[in-house]
């Protein structure tokens, strides 16, 4: 077996020749953003492929969450997750709005409803939940609690590219919903997001606030940002949908394996799967519990001793990041069950070209003294 690291992601690339005639298309044109072409052909075929109504191509995906917060304009409190990447957060800081944590499941780590409506003040005007690793949130009951106290939800689902919940895009929940195609997703365009639209109008003003808030060459009607996707972006996205189906095909055979392998290693836990749920196995996530013969951290660095680069993803947890560790709803004591998911948990590596001989190597790891 070769030398060369492994890490917990390899971003999927189309053959270069396919993508060269495409490149070559923008070359000649001269036309390398402001939502040319590719961009145009590219919602439009998102469009169709997710079962989504409308969506807006972003540059990516913090981008695209900002300025869904900006479209929505949501002031006040916006409850969250603490177990998620910074990006989720950090949009609120950007938008002046004070992130509220709330802890998640146990079994999917999503956002926990039970523990939203305690969190409600006079000031919270919306929930953005994360499906975390792909799998779908308790959609009906968040947006039962929006509804009940007049919420709007928006949905941190850069990992949820494809994934339908009881046949339906789980896309079309929420007011919205934020896509990534950085280059470790499922789907990427090298670096990319979108933002899922219900209707034309909604879409209209996103697509304004990404131009500079533009609505033609002299008029500007809101200070927008400048999140458009460029054409060479669009150009990969549509070549990569070609493959993505064959893509995630390969990471359900590394799923299984995973789980048939870990199966004899005891103390691992790996998150089960909806039943409801079509998922992408966009990460594999497994928790090192206490009864394992090493802690989380020591499997980490045998593994990493050995070439194999996991992620404690998501470690340690956002709550406890200096710019939000004074807030009250951050003590790690008011989040038992993220605070133990981040001190458990290691994502192993997981993508369409992985080699199944590495995953027969990380288990051995495991199990050797």
Same mark, same amino acid.
């Given at each position: ?18 993508? @060269? ?5 923008? &070359? !000649? ?16 075929? $998102? ?42 957060? %950090?949009?609120?800081? &950007?938008?002046?709005?004070?992130? #509220? ?6 079994d999917s780590l999503n956002l926990d409803p039970a523990q939203i409506e305690a969190a409600i003040t006079p000031q919270t005007t919306a929930i953005m939940p994360i499906h975390c690793y792909g799998r779908p949130c308790n959609v009906a009951e968040i947006q039962r609690i929006a509804d009940t106290y007049n919420l709007r939800v928006i949905y941190d689902a850069a990992h /949820? ?11 079309? %929940?929420? !007011? $919205?919903? #934020? ?14 997001? /979108?933002?899922?639209?219900? !209707?034309? *109008?909604?879409? *209209?003003?996103? +697509? ?37 189906? /064959? ?9 299984? $394996? ?9 103390g691992i836990h790996c998150l089960a799967h909806d039943p409801d749920a079509q998922t992408n196995f966009s990460y594999f996530p497994i928790l090192v519990r206490p009864e394992h013969r090493c802690s989380r951290d020591a499997v980490y660095d045998k593994l990493k001793a050995h070439g194999i680069h996991p992620r404690r993803y998501f470690y340690p947890l956002v709550s ?6 004074? @807030? ?6 008011? =989040? ?6 981040? +001190?458990? #948990?290691?994502? =192993?590596?997981?993508?369409? !070209? ?16």
């Amino acid at each position: 077996m070769s030398n060369k690291p492994i890490y917990v992601t390899q971003p999927f690339l189309p053959p270069l020749e396919e993508f @060269l005639p495409l490149l070559k298309q923008v &070359w !000649d044109s001269k036309t390398l953003t402001n939502c040319g072409p590719f961009h145009q052909r590219l919602e439009a075929a $998102l469009c169709e492929y997710l079962g989504v109504p409308y969506i807006s191509l972003f540059t990516n995906a913090t981008i695209a969450l900002v300025s869904a917060l900006q479209a929505l304009r949501v002031t006040g409190e916006v409850i969250t997750t603490p177990y998620t990447f910074v990006a989720t957060a %950090h949009s609120l800081l &950007w938008n002046g709005i004070k992130p #509220v944590f709330v802890d998640v499941e146990p079994d999917s780590l999503n956002l926990d409803p039970a523990q939203i409506e305690a969190a409600i003040t006079p000031q919270t005007t919306a929930i953005m939940p994360i499906h975390c690793y792909g799998r779908p949130c308790n959609v009906a009951e968040i947006q039962r609690i929006a509804d009940t106290y007049n919420l709007r939800v928006i949905y941190d689902a850069a990992h /949820a590219f494809g994934v339908r919940h009881h046949g339906q895009s789980v896309l079309n %929940h929420g !007011d $919205l919903s #934020v896509l990534s195609f950085h280059a470790t997703k499922v789907f990427n365009t090298f670096e990319g997001g /979108a933002i899922i639209c219900p !209707d034309a *109008k909604t879409k *209209k003003r996103i +697509d304004h606030l990404k131009n500079f808030g533009f609505v033609d060459e002299t008029v500007v009607i809101a200070p927008g940002i400048n999140g458009k996707m460029s054409e060479f972006n669009a150009a990969l996205g549509l070549l990569q949908l070609e493959h993505v189906d /064959a893509a995630i095909a390969k990471r359900r055979q590394l799923d299984q $394996l995973y789980r048939e392998k870990l199966a004899a290693v005891p103390g691992i836990h790996c998150l089960a799967h909806d039943p409801d749920a079509q998922t992408n196995f966009s990460y594999f996530p497994i928790l090192v519990r206490p009864e394992h013969r090493c802690s989380r951290d020591a499997v980490y660095d045998k593994l990493k001793a050995h070439g194999i680069h996991p992620r404690r993803y998501f470690y340690p947890l956002v709550s406890s990041f200096p710019m939000y560790r004074g @807030l009250p709803s951050a003590h790690r004591d008011h =989040l038992p069950v993220a605070t133990a998911a981040a +001190d458990q #948990v290691l994502c =192993l590596p997981i993508y369409p !070209d992985l080699d199944p001989a590495v995953i027969d190597r990380i288990v051995a790891i495991m199990l050797a003294d």
